[in-house]
């Protein structure tokens, strides 16, 4: 029997680039905030973050001589460490690769399907997460409109004569 992905609120997904650090992770939150007006408000969001280490892999990797690669990542991190300092803020760049398949063509089998799961339950997890959030602003909606509907009604009842004691 297979197993059926649930979302949850907070999932992870991996890449499978073989490396361990790169990591997507999916959040879905309702926000609730009351200002001073006393009108409470409710934000739906989805939160996508993708962690990845990333270098300037032609300039560091590539390298036969182990002293030259030691030299580059060295001038590397200098050059990036400058960046930083004078503008306060490095640009990255980089892929997230959760699925990937690839022919031989010597043998012509599938070398390899990697990371089909993760893609369904990452696609899975946004469709869910999406009509959450769709349901979720058509109920704050109507709320809201039966609020101003209320709020129509009190004022037309205290735009009356004012019976005092």
Request: hydrophobic share 30%; glycine share 4%.
């Amino acid at each position: 029997m297979k197993n059926v992905f649930t979302p949850r609120n907070k999932e992870f997904f991996e890449c499978d680039c073989y490396d361990k650090d790169h990591l997507i992770r999916a959040e879905y939150e309702i926000d609730e905030w009351t200002p001073k007006d006393g009108i409470t408000r409710k934000f739906h969001e989805l939160n996508i973050t993708f962690t990845c280490n990333l270098a300037d892999y032609d300039n560091v990797y590539g390298k036969d001589n182990r002293f030259i690669q030691s030299f580059d990542r060295f001038i590397w991190r200098i050059k990036n460490a400058f960046k930083i300092l004078q503008t306060g803020e490095i640009k990255t760049e980089g892929y997230f690769s959760p699925c990937r398949s690839w022919i031989d063509t010597k043998n012509n089998p599938v070398e390899g399907e990697f990371g089909y799961e993760t893609t369904k339950n990452l696609a899975t997890f946004l469709n869910v997460t999406a009509d959450k959030i769709k349901a979720g602003y058509d109920e704050d909606l109507k709320e809201y409109q039966e609020s101003q509907q209320k709020a129509k009604e009190n004022l037309n009842k205290s735009t009356g004569t004012i019976e005092t004691a």
